[in-house]
């Protein structure tokens, strides 16, 4: 098995650390940003889009983060990590395309601002925009797990990586950021794992 992508892009983190999770034996071969390899023709022809991350397992190739976390997870994985009922798998996977598709773009201009824009091209009326709508998502997620433990519900599964990913740039940005007690205590949990540390708690830049 091998995971291509260099290992401070939020979405690389998140094959990472779900291979580390499933205790899995694979190459990490850095690629992207300064690594480069992407633009190459025999990337290309794993990974059409020339992003990252990539994963390969036998015969099989496979692009697009939160699709690799879920075939990992059901080809390796086991209860309660890998729910066998449909809707316990729903219930966290709902998160994983909502991380993506709700929170991805506002979090996108404070990162990108913050952590690879040079302060003097910095947009900062773009980050505060983008960190108020961050927070407010958040309490989306803060609500839910004032109820249940995990974003994946009462144990840790595949729904608690994307946000879990993101989780780590949110509380270590030097940003403001509302008291939201349930998605700091779950975020010290994640803290607490030896695949969160290995896998996701790595330099941003």
């Not at 690799?68 to 990590?81: D, K, Q």
């Not at 990586?161 to 950021?177: K, V």
């Amino acid at each position: 098995m091998k995971i291509w992508g260099r290992e401070n892009s939020t979405n690389v983190r998140k094959a990472l650390w779900c291979a580390e999770e499933l205790g899995l034996d694979y190459e990490h071969v850095p690629a992207g940003g300064a690594f480069g390899v992407v633009a190459s023709p025999d990337y290309r022809a794993l990974n059409p889009n020339g992003l990252v991350p990539c994963l390969e397992d036998g015969d099989l190739v496979l692009w697009e983060s939160n699709a690799i976390v879920r075939y990992l997870a059901r080809a390796y994985g086991t209860e309660p990590f890998a729910p066998a009922d449909p809707k316990l798998w729903a219930k966290g996977d709902k998160w994983m395309d909502w991380t993506s598709l709700s929170f991805g773009a506002p979090f996108r201009d404070v990162f990108w601002n913050l952590v690879r824009t040079a302060p003097e091209a910095r947009d900062m009326a773009a980050v505060e925009t983008g960190r108020q709508r961050c927070a407010e998502l958040m309490g989306m997620a803060d609500a839910a797990l004032a109820r249940e433990p995990w974003l994946s519900g009462a144990e840790f599964g595949p729904g608690d990586i994307p946000l879990g990913c993101i989780a780590y740039a949110w509380f270590n940005l030097p940003i403001e950021r509302p008291a939201q007690p349930a998605l700091e205590d779950w975020y010290r949990r994640l803290t607490e794992r030896p695949a969160y540390r290995k896998a996701v708690m790595t330099p941003l830049t």
